[in-house]
């Protein structure tokens, strides 16, 4: 059974910095691209970062030089730091997984997805 679970949301003031992680089980995580996003109220989802499976990464011009995606392929886990946070970085957080080659920026395109983890961060 394949599972993503996300956790380290929470809610901070503007400027201060969250860790995310996000664990996946039941498929070879190392094969698989894996993604952020996040869902604003009222907006629709959007990228945020993604890596690759040998660890390139990419990220929204957004959060570029704010956060910084890694993995641990060993305890199949994909990170994302964030650091100087804004109110509008708030929204509820998704990792996500694609077993095709590159880097994918819409939803669609991903195979697998956690059940999300609320970042609220107030000015």
């Known amino acids: 059974q394949v599972q993503l679970v996300e956790s380290g949301g929470g809610l901070v003031q503007a400027g201060a910095s969250l860790r995310l992680s996000c664990t996946a089980s039941g498929f070879t995580f190392s094969f698989y691209t894996m993604g952020w996003f996040r869902q604003a109220p009222g907006k629709e989802r959007e990228f945020v970062a993604g890596i690759s499976p040998r660890g390139g990464t990419y990220y929204a011009d957004s959060v570029k030089g704010r956060f910084t995606v890694s993995r641990d392929n060993a305890k199949t886990t994909v990170y994302l730091e964030m650091n100087t946070l804004k109110p509008e970085d708030t929204a509820v957080y998704y990792c996500?997984?694609?077993?095709?080659?590159?880097?994918?920026?819409?939803?669609?395109?991903?195979?697998?997805w956690g059940q999300g983890t609320q970042v609220t961060v107030s000015s």
């Open positions: 996500a997984a694609d077993n095709s080659p590159g880097i994918k920026t819409r939803p669609g395109q991903h195979d697998y």
